[in-house]
């Protein structure tokens, strides 16, 4: 309830130091619990060089270290997720290790 809370009280921006457009997997994935996502689009992050931010979060190594330096006060939040490559690769070393 409290993120709903919250998403509801604030402007969420989300966008990528890439332009991909939504995977079609996302699209079939949220199609299969009702949830039509096939008019999302993709965003670039220099469409909001010029916004003030109170909060900043990256999700990847990669965004964090090419992102671009926004010029503000915002707290940054790091949030390595794992992409479905860098499971995998973690699972083979689990399973190399393990006897």
């Known amino acids: 309830m409290a993120v709903s809370i919250w998403w509801q009280s604030d402007l969420?921006?989300?966008?990528?130091?890439?332009?991909h457009g939504v995977n079609p997997k996302a699209i079939k994935v949220m199609g299969e619990v009702n949830?039509?996502?096939?008019?999302?689009?993709?965003?670039?992050?220099?469409?909001?060089?010029?916004?003030?931010?109170?909060?900043?979060f990256t999700v990847c190594d990669h965004a964090r270290e090419n992102c671009p330096v926004f010029p503000s006060t915002a707290e940054k939040f790091i949030i390595n997720l794992?992409?479905?490559?860098?499971?995998?690769?973690?699972?083979?070393?689990?399973?190399?290790?393990?006897?």
């Open 12 to 19: 969420v921006r989300s966008a990528g130091i890439a332009t």
């Open 35 to 56: 949830v039509d996502i096939s008019h999302h689009t993709s965003y670039y992050i220099e469409e909001y060089l010029e916004e003030q931010f109170d909060v900043i």
């Open 82 to 99: 794992l992409t479905p490559q860098r499971l995998l690769v973690q699972m083979m070393r689990f399973l190399m290790n393990s006897d």
